[in-house]
């Protein structure tokens, strides 16, 4: 069973640019989550999304963040105009969202630079 | 803010038994206890979770205390490999899904 896969691993984009990061769960998950770590620090919840729904976006900054979970294909975190403050590790998570307790499977990261 | 508090670094000598230490004290009834390590920059990796009795797996053990304030993480022979940031979480599953809080963890060095 493959585990969480996200790509790109490694993007690079000037300030002003958009970046797309891309998440697929694990097979059977249908619940997803965005983490972002900024380089030493923890990691900071984001967004938590279900097939066509997003659930809880509390950590989303307010402006050029956006998430989605189509019904085909994977999650999609985008940032529109990014500026060097986005430089980041961001993280995805799947679990499966059924029953009770529901650890959650995280991917190997997508690491952004902005130039 | 993290409802978990850690100490921020711990060495244990390669072999040895590694007691990785979390205090919860303000823990709810329906909150889980979850371990999780990040090795270097991979993403994190879970280890083990419990709500109140001691849980054990291929990779760890995991000891509630009685009044479920504290918990601690033993990795029974500690290997090089299990060099890591180790993240202790409390989290319940509710209506919005079960986000996780990250504090900072303690890093851990097995030293040969």
């Known amino acids: 069973n493959a585990g969480v896969m996200q790509n790109p691993r490694h993007l690079v984009r000037r300030r002003g640019q958009e970046a797309r990061l891309r998440c697929s769960p694990m097979?059977?998950?249908?619940?997803v989550y965005w983490y972002r770590q900024l380089p030493e620090e923890g990691l900071k919840f984001m967004v938590y999304?279900?097939?066509?729904?997003?659930?809880?976006e509390s950590g989303m900054p307010k402006e050029r963040f956006s998430a989605e979970f189509p019904k085909e294909g994977p999650s999609i975190l985008r940032i529109q105009q990014v500026v060097r403050g986005d430089s980041a590790a961001y993280f995805c998570?799947?679990?499966?969202?059924?029953?009770?307790?529901?650890?959650?499977?995280f991917g190997p990261g997508t690491r952004l630079t902005v130039t | 803010d993290a409802k978990t508090t850690q100490p921020p670094s711990m060495d244990c000598a390669e072999g040895r038994a590694a007691n990785l230490p979390c205090n919860h004290s303000?823990?709810?009834?329906?909150?889980?206890v979850y371990w999780y390590r990040q090795i270097h920059s991979q993403g994190p990796q879970y280890i083990i979770h419990?709500?109140?009795n001691n849980e054990t797996n291929e990779m760890a053990s995991l000891i509630i205390t009685e009044d479920r304030k504290s918990s601690t993480l033993i990795l029974p022979h500690a290997t090089l490999r299990d060099t890591a940031v180790y993240y202790c979480?409390?989290?319940?599953?509710?209506?919005?899904?079960?986000?996780?809080?990250f504090g900072p963890g303690t890093r851990l060095s097995v030293l040969p």
């Open positions: 303000t823990i709810s009834g329906n909150e889980y």
């Open positions: 979480i409390v989290s319940a599953k509710d209506n919005y899904g079960q986000n996780f809080v």
């Open positions: 998570a799947s679990s499966p969202g059924s029953g009770g307790v529901n650890e959650q499977y």
């Open positions: 097979k059977g998950h249908s619940h």
């Open positions: 419990g709500l109140k």
């Open positions: 999304l279900q097939k066509e729904n997003i659930i809880d």
